[in-house]
């Protein structure tokens, strides 16, 4: 049985304190107690000396940073229909092409910016950690995995029990998602903790969330699992008015991904019209290959417009994830490259419901 995040002691630690611990979580738990105390001990600890080496490395540059290279943020406007909230999804068969980064930082740059522009109380975000076999945004993000989807699926239950609805903030949403600390007008969704629970998701329970999301927020932003088999995933690619696909010029991602679309077209979950590329890493020297010509020729459905291409951020990705940051809110050069994004999709979103 995990250790609850809440038991877990603070840290550092003395060698004394660790000991008693140990030894108390022993008598109650075994071995596998331990185990599990000792990851979060590791953890905490790895994410404190990240933080330290981050702050190091700002006062370092403090000096060089040129003038106006804080992230800047669109003016948001937009204004949403009721139960009708712009619904993303950020999907890829392939790990390692920035699908969670750009997720999170999608869904932290349209609330900051909403903040920014004195939307904050008028447009919430939810980002959702969709990958329900193998999630850990929340982690990421908020350092926990609980409360998560399967609390909320089981309190849905309930109220089924009662003859309820999902129609109460207090009750029916805040108990079950995670707030950032830096975001007030964001939440998380953890995935949950145990990836033998997807059997015990329904289709309906799905729907019923996204209802109920639908009704107190403005953005959802969902993201996706690897594969395309789950029916979760199935639902999150259904449920989304736009898709981005994330890619890296590589020609076996740009294959599988292509195969990708093929198949979510061919269970008419998605339709050309709602795809949009990011290629990260664009800026890499492979030689011969052209990378938009490539990316191009691969997804010619998609139009140039919604083609984006991005210089490498995997090390700065790193370095603000291991220290439970996100990176647009730091870096003038991401948020500068996420902006067309984020603008592009206000706009189709408004476009949509001839606003």
């Not at 998560?148 to 089924?160: G, P, T």
């Not at 090390?315 to 439970?324: K, L, V």
Request: net charge negative; charged share 25%; with cysteine.
């Amino acid at each position: 049985m995990p250790v609850p995040a809440t038991q877990t002691p603070p840290v550092p630690y003395d060698g004394l304190k660790v000991q008693d611990v140990l030894v108390a979580v022993a008598a109650h738990e075994g071995s596998e107690g331990i185990e599990d105390l000792e990851r979060n001990v590791a953890l905490t600890d790895l994410r404190n000396a990240a933080r330290q080496q981050r702050d190091d490395n700002r006062r370092t540059k403090k000096n060089t940073r040129r003038k106006g290279s804080q992230p800047k943020f669109i003016r948001v406007a937009t204004r949403f229909h009721a139960g009708r909230p712009l619904v993303v999804a950020f999907a890829s068969p392939k790990g390692g092409v920035a699908k969670s980064t750009t997720s999170a930082n999608f869904a932290a740059y349209v609330a900051k910016a909403a903040e920014l522009s004195g939307m904050g109380d008028k447009i919430r975000v939810l980002l959702v950690d969709g990958d329900v076999a193998n999630g850990n945004m929340a982690l990421r993000l908020a350092h926990t995995l609980t409360p998560n989807m399967l609390d909320m699926v089981n309190h849905m239950d309930e109220l089924a029990t009662q003859g309820q609805r999902m129609d109460n903030w207090q009750r029916d949403i805040s108990p079950f998602v995670l707030a950032h600390p830096k975001l007030p007008n964001m939440d998380i969704l953890a995935a949950p903790d145990n990836p033998e629970v997807i059997t015990q998701l329904r289709q309906e329970d799905l729907d019923s969330m996204m209802r109920a999301w639908a009704q107190f927020y403005q953005v959802v932003v969902f993201d996706c699992g690897t594969q395309i088999t789950e029916f979760t995933n199935c639902a999150w690619l259904n449920y989304s008015s736009q898709v981005y696909l994330m890619v890296e010029p590589e020609l076996a991602c740009l294959n599988s991904t292509s195969e990708y679309v093929k198949r979510a077209r061919k269970g008419q979950l998605i339709t050309p019209d709602v795809c949009r590329i990011i290629c990260v890493r664009a800026d890499m020297d492979i030689g011969e290959l052209n990378t938009q010509q490539a990316v191009g020729d691969v997804f010619s459905f998609i139009p140039p417009n919604r083609q984006f291409y991005w210089p490498d951020f995997h090390r700065d990705a790193i370095e603000a994830g291991n220290s439970g940051e996100l990176l647009t809110l730091d870096s003038a050069e991401y948020a500068e490259a996420l902006t067309p994004v984020v603008k592009g999709a206000l706009e189709v979103y408004e476009q949509d419901f001839g606003l």
